[in-house]
């Protein structure tokens, strides 16, 4: 029988990333969303889901006071930035406590707990400490900085200084401030390498840091171009163009 699930959280390539990890699978069914905390009591208790995916930190509510003022009681996994409130989520009986930046299979494996959610608590203490305190295996380190050849000198460009990388003629770009630096990776491996809340895919030869886009400017049908500061321009593919729209809250 399919799970539902309720993902609330306030930035919404948040919730986008979590939605897309879910369709790969069919025993999940999304039944709901919501940006705050007061929006989240609502949801919860109009779809009544099985599951919630829970950020803490919400415009209005704090994820612990959504919980609380909901008359519905959902298993809860917690998704977040932030470890110092771990040892209260485990207090309230969460089912886990998922690190922001993770890979796919530790929100599988966050779910696979929910059937089986009541264990002892001497093994929920032993599970918390792992994540927190040692880390999870499941917690993925996303690339912060990429070196890159300079004349005769090595460079270093940290990732949120990046506008956006590129193919071109075979070779893959990497743009920052107007200045373009050959990498000695393919785009596909790079994109791998990056946050994909911060990187969109917005071409199959193009990957660009969304937190450096200036303008988005409108190209006929619905589809954008990509401006930033020093007037480069990035296309967005027609095959990208609904996501792109999801990612900027025009849909």
């Known amino acids: 029988m399919r799970k539902s699930i309720c993902i609330i959280d306030d930035e919404i390539r948040s919730r986008e990333r979590v939605k897309r990890i879910l369709d790969s699978r069919d025993d999940f069914l999304i039944v709901g969303e919501a940006d705050n905390g007061k929006a989240a009591v609502a949801l919860i208790d109009e779809k009544l889901p099985d599951i919630v995916l829970l950020d803490i930190k919400m415009p209005g509510l704090s994820g612990f006071q959504v919980l609380r003022q909901a008359q519905h009681k959902p298993a809860v996994i917690f998704i977040t930035a932030y470890n110092e409130h771990a040892v209260q989520a485990f207090e309230i009986h969460a089912v886990d406590y998922v690190l922001k930046p993770f890979q796919d299979d530790r929100l599988f494996e966050a779910l696979s707990r929910v059937p089986s959610r009541t264990i002892p608590d001497d093994q929920v203490l032993q599970q918390l ?57 393919s785009l596909s491996q790079i994109e791998q390498s990056v946050n994909p809340e911060q990187f969109f895919r917005a071409h199959r030869k193009s990957l660009v840091n969304l937190n450096r886009v200036e303008r988005i400017l409108p190209w006929g049908r619905g ?29």
Do not use: N
Not at 147 to 168: G, M, N, S
Not at 224 to 236: A, I
């Open 129 to 185: 400490s792992t994540l927190v305190e040692g880390g999870s295996a499941g917690i993925r380190k996303y690339q912060t900085r990429f070196t890159v050849k300079d004349r005769f000198e090595l460079k270093v460009v940290d990732v949120d200084d990046i506008d956006f990388f590129a193919t071109e003629d075979s070779l893959v770009c990497l743009y920052t401030d107007g200045i373009r630096y050959i990498v000695d990776r």
């Open 223 to 251: 589809r954008y171009v990509l401006k930033f500061s020093h007037d480069e321009r990035v296309h967005v593919s027609k095959d990208k163009t609904r996501e792109f729209k999801t990612l900027i809250g025009l849909v």
